[in-house]
């Protein structure tokens, strides 16, 4: 088991940084020392809370702020901007989850599905509740929206481009796999979509109390 974890743990897409050092780099050049101010001082964030001291779970605060890191990132990168908007129980905010859980299904929903809509600007809903005994997290997109081959291939398959290097982030396919390891296969992720009007991921996972956060946090 923990070897596995390890190992999905291994398939961090390192595109994302290149891309943001990149842009560090172009800011740079313009002279814009606020704009490289503003990078850096994210991606710091960004990956502390990605390392998270080793932790394999985080608070439901912490990872939705992980969220909120990347798509603020990822702004500036494209022109089309995107709104992410939250909703998340107060209660449920210092419960710990399994890390990275969001943001590659955010990643997914941005590079597949509102990178490649003709709408203006992209829209991603992210909403974390209570549910009969369960923690119901449910994130939705504007973008094109999959078929159910599509969203198959996605679960199945990691994304990876011609020169052979993953696209897609850690890819739903690890998502899945960390989900069954990390909560004995009591966790549960769904996925419902329409072309041409976006994609709603749902995911469950049991309330325990040994994973009520302490006073003294993680990060």
């Keep these: 088991r923990k070897i596995a974890l390890k190992m999905l743990h291994a398939q961090i897409n390192p595109h994302f940084l290149y891309n943001t050092l990149d842009l560090i780099s172009w800011a740079a050049k313009r002279d814009d020392m606020d704009a490289v101010c503003d990078i850096v001082l994210n991606l710091s964030k960004f990956y502390r809370i990605s390392l998270s ?35 998340v129980d107060k209660e449920l905010e210092n419960y710990r989850i399994m890390k990275l859980l969001l943001q590659p299904i955010v990643e997914n929903s ?20 209570l549910q009969n005994g369960n923690i119901r997290i449910v994130i939705e997109d504007n973008g094109i929206g999959m078929d159910q081959t599509t969203i198959y291939r996605l679960m199945t398959y990691n994304e990876i481009d011609i020169e052979g290097q993953y696209t897609g982030g850690y890819g739903l396919k690890n ?5 069954k390891l990390y909560y004995d296969n009591k966790a ?29 946090g993680l990060i």
């Design 53 to 87: 001291k080793g932790s394999d779970y985080i608070t439901i605060a912490n990872e939705v702020e992980h969220v909120r890191l990347y798509v603020q990132l990822q702004n500036l990168r494209f022109s089309k901007k995107i709104e992410l908007v939250t909703e």
């Design 188 to 216: 549960q992720i769904s996925f419902d979509s329409t072309p041409g009007k976006g994609t709603s991921v749902t995911i469950l996972i049991p309330i325990l109390q040994e994973f009520w956060q302490d006073q003294a």
């Design 110 to 129: 941005i590079l597949h599905g509102i990178a490649n809509s003709d709408k203006e600007n992209g829209v991603g809903y992210l909403s974390v509740k």
């Design 175 to 179: 998502v899945i796999g960390r989900l």
